[in-house]
T-cell receptor, first 112, second 116 residues
Framework: SQKIEQNSEALNIQEGKTATLTCNYT??????LQWYRQDPGRGPVFLLL?????KEKRKERLKVTFDTTLKQSLFHITASQPADSATYLC???????????FGTGTLLAVQP | NAGVMQNPRHLVRRRGQEARLRCSPM?????VYWYRQLPEEGLKFMVY????????ESGMPKERFSAEFPKEGPSILRIQQVVRGDSAAYFC??????????????FGQGTRLTVV
């Protein structure tokens, strides 16, 4: 079955460093991948979308890559700040109805 | 433009009671998705509805769960005879009419259901 996997271990980094989060998919070829941010007790907030024919997408301090050979997406936050601390979710398309398949998320903690 | 509104934010039910979760999509949106998030797990798709139509219910449990999106009023996710395993955060997302492929989802803040 279609599966999205994210590193379940929390990622701890120092302020100012680049955070890199990984998303791997198996058993299918998604047309696109999306990244969301989720704060405790809140709903997910959309950050970036990258299509299968795009290698890289940027938005301010955020960068997403899509490697169809490795079946992997990387999500980078440059010049990280404590305010970037949150859980980051990777999601892919789940078929024609626009439903999303989510990974379990990776908790990022940026230390001042 | 108000975002996706869900209520209640927190709901406590005893085993065997019914839970009703409401979702009002963003203004102009006529497509609603329900997801469930269990502790330490990712969001799982449950159901996709348009006004007065269920489009995809492949993620809905076969029993006790139902959803509707009437012509007027919010979308309702109903759980009958709740059990402890139903305790989770339930999120609603909406999208505009005729959603383009590759579009972002707008999520509400969720309803946290606790079954005691």
């Amino acid at each position: 079955s279609q599966k999205i996997e994210q590193n379940s271990e929390a990622l701890n980094i120092q302020e100012g460093k680049t955070a890199t989060l990984t998303c791997n998919y198996t058993n299918y070829s998604p047309a696109y991948l999306q990244w969301y941010r989720q704060d405790p007790g809140r709903g997910p907030v959309f950050l970036l979308l990258i299509r299968e024919n795009e290698k890289e997408k940027r938005k301010e301090r955020l960068k997403v890559t899509f490697d169809t050979t490795l079946k992997q997406s990387l999500f980078h936050i440059t010049a990280s700040q404590p305010a970037d601390s949150a859980t980051y979710l990777c999601a892919s398309d789940g078929g024609a109805t626009n439903k999303l398949i989510f990974g379990t998320g990776t908790l990022l903690a940026v230390q001042p | 433009n108000a975002g996706v509104m869900q209520n209640p934010r927190h709901l406590v039910r005893r085993r065997g009671q019914e839970a009703r979760l409401r979702c009002s999509p963003m203004k102009g949106h006529s497509h609603v998705y329900w997801y469930r998030q269990l502790p330490e797990e990712g969001l799982k798709f449950m159901v996709y509805l348009q006004k007065e139509n269920i489009i995809d219910e492949s993620g809905m449990p076969k029993e006790r769960f139902s959803a509707e999106f009437p012509k007027e009023g919010p979308s309702i996710l109903r759980i009958q005879q709740v059990v402890r395993g139903d305790s989770a955060a339930y999120f609603c997302a909406s999208s505009p009419p005729s959603p383009r492929v590759n579009t972002e989802a707008f999520f509400g803040q969720g309803t946290r259901l606790t079954v005691v």
